[in-house]
């Protein structure tokens, strides 16, 4: 699948990472090291003076606050089995805050999360922090992948100038499964 006018499709990748300690006990320091690594990057400098590459922003489009994020991170990797990490960058267009979130609201298959976009590379990118208690089926995995592709090109394609975006956006696309999520 190829996005409009011959550009390649957006990137999305995604990982995780258990909540527990070697000995089994639950622990958030996956999740904080994730919210850190995506406010500060390897800046230790810039982490100590406060100087973050971007807002934190959650489904509801608000920004929070990094302490914020570093207490809901807590909280959440401490009742959920699993941090996941995603990464959504565009291969040409600028895509802003308010673009990544709506593309994480229109594919639906995550209710809880906060969102930082970047834009100190040559491709606008976004990193999102979440939690589940079990990893996500391949199947169900598949299906979000393709439906956040799709709505980033999208939006990519509105930015560039393109009038295709609209379309795509468009209400009645299939929102997906609900429920408990594995992916083996």
């Not at 622990?27 to 400098?45: E, L, N, S």
């Not at 802003?96 to 809880?112: C, G, H, K, V, W």
């Not at 592709?149 to 930015?159: F, G, V, W, Y």
Request: charge should be negative.
């Amino acid at each position: 699948m190829t996005a409009n006018k011959g550009r390649s499709l957006p990137f999305v990748r995604l990982s995780y990472a258990l909540n527990r300690t070697p000995t089994g006990r639950r622990t958030a320091t996956p999740a904080r090291k994730a919210a850190r690594y995506f406010a500060f990057g390897k800046d230790r400098q810039a982490e100590r003076e406060g100087e973050q590459r971007g807002e934190w922003y959650g489904p509801d489009g608000q920004i929070h606050t990094h302490e914020e994020v570093l207490a809901w991170a807590a909280g959440q990797a401490k009742e959920h089995q699993y941090t996941f990490q995603a990464l959504l960058s565009v291969p040409e267009g600028r895509l802003r805050p308010a673009d990544f979130t709506l593309a994480l609201q229109e594919a639906r298959y995550i209710d809880s999360w906060r969102l930082m976009s970047h834009e100190d590379t040559a491709h606008s990118h976004a990193h999102v922090l979440f939690f589940r208690d079990g990893r996500m089926e391949k199947e169900v995995f598949a299906d979000w992948h393709q439906q956040i592709r799709h709505h980033l090109a999208a939006l990519e394609e509105r930015n560039l100038g393109g009038e295709q975006a609209e379309e795509v956006l468009q209400p009645g696309l299939d929102r997906g499964r609900e429920g408990g999520l594995e992916w083996d």
